[in-house]
């Protein structure tokens, strides 16, 4: 499966976007759908997990509260709502799927994920 993330721009702090991610060559319903981000200077890091089929969702805590994942199994597509952004929110997000399902409450790596769209910047001025 390819992804395509998309969305990204701009935003005042307390302001909200809506990221895409767009599947092709495969459902997306059928595979467990993540967000990661990734700020100058830091290591990729966890911000929200989908998995297939339970629907079981899990946030980091740094966005919890703030930010929401939902499908569009139509389009095809996975949607990350955020609100409330923060300066700190800035960074490229990616976003990221697999056919492994997850535990309420674990935290994946990078490493669990086998495609991952391009990458789209966030970025948020106070």
């Known amino acids: 499966v390819q992804l395509q993330a998309s969305g990204g721009g701009l935003v005042q702090a307390g302001g909200s976007l809506r990221l895409s991610c767009t599947a092709s060559?495969?459902?997306?319903?059928?595979?467990?759908a993540a967000w990661f981000r990734q700020a100058p200077g830091k290591e990729r890091e966890f911000v929200t997990v989908n998995s297939w089929g339970g629907g079981i969702t899990s946030f980091a805590d740094s966005v919890k509260g703030r930010f929401t994942i939902s499908r569009d199994s139509a389009k095809n597509t996975v949607q990350l709502q955020m609100n409330s952004l923060k300066p700190e929110d800035t960074a490229v997000y990616y976003c990221?799927?697999?056919?492994?399902?997850?535990?309420?409450?674990?935290?994946?790596?990078?490493?669990?994920?086998?495609?991952w769209g391009q990458g789209t910047q966030v970025t948020v001025s106070s």
């Open positions: 990221a799927a697999t056919r492994r399902r997850f535990a309420s409450g674990l935290v994946p790596n990078r490493n669990d994920f086998d495609y």
């Open positions: 060559g495969g459902r997306f319903s059928l595979y467990t």
